[in-house]
C-alpha cells in the first residue's frame, strides 16, 4: 500500500516522498505478542526444569548417606530390644516417618532393618511362630538377619547404621 505525503523542506519547497507501510496492524510497544509470549512461557518453564536438574546434580554429588552419617537418632534403650526379637521403631529419616525393625543379635551385636520389601516396597511383619519377616503383598520371606529365604525379592532387606553409645541405640541413614 503506498501513502504519499506533502513535505516541504525549510525553503518551502515541496519534497515528494513515498511511504511504504505494510498491511500489518499497529502495535503498541508495551503489548506483548503472541510470539514473544510463547517464547517467555518455553524460556520460564526450560529455566524450572534446569533447576530441577541442579537439586538432583546435588544430591548426586552429595548423597544423604555423606551428609547425614552424623545424624543419628536415639530409638531407646539397649534394655527395650530383647534378644533374637525384631523390634519395630519409629525412625524419622529424610524428613518422613519410617518403620525399622532393630534386632539384638546378642553376641553379634544390632541390626537395623527397614520394614519395606525389597521387591515392591509393600511392608514386612515378623511373625514369631516362625521367626521370619513376611511380605503379605507377595509372598516373600526373610530371615531374622533380613536374608531372602523365598519369594520374589530380589535383595535382602535394607539395613541402618546402628550404634551404640552407653545404653543408647542410635539409628542413621540407610546403609548401601
Not at 534378644?83 to 518403620?99: F, R, S, W
Request: with cysteine; net charge positive; proline share 6%.
Amino acid at each position: 500500500m503506498e501513502v504519499r505525503r506533502r513535505t516541504f523542506d525549510s525553503a518551502g519547497n515541496e519534497k515528494k516522498s513515498i511511504d511504504k507501510t505494510s498491511s500489518q496492524p499497529v502495535t503498541d510497544s508495551t503489548t506483548l505478542g503472541r510470539r514473544k509470549f510463547l517464547s517467555m512461557g518455553i524460556g520460564t518453564i526450560g529455566a524450572i526444569i534446569g533447576l530441577s536438574y541442579v537439586g538432583l546434580f546435588g544430591k548426586f554429588m552429595w548423597p544423604e548417606s555423606a551428609l547425614a552419617a552424623s545424624k543419628l537418632q536415639d530409638v531407646g534403650s539397649v534394655g527395650k530390644f530383647p534378644v533374637n526379637t525384631p523390634t519395630l521403631v519409629g525412625y524419622k529419616g529424610a524428613g518422613t516417618e519410617e518403620g525399622v525393625y532393630v534386632v539384638n543379635l546378642g553376641s553379634e551385636g544390632f541390626i537395623a532393618l527397614d520394614f519395606h520389601c525389597t521387591h515392591l516396597e509393600c511392608n514386612v511383619i515378623w511373625v514369631p511362630a516362625i521367626k521370619q519377616f513376611m511380605c503379605p503383598c507377595h509372598g516373600g520371606s526373610f530371615d531374622i538377619k533380613g536374608t531372602v529365604l523365598f519369594g520374589p525379592p530380589p535383595k535382602p532387606l535394607h539395613r541402618r547404621m546402628v550404634k551404640i553409645e552407653g545404653d543408647n541405640v542410635l539409628l542413621g541413614v540407610r546403609l548401601v
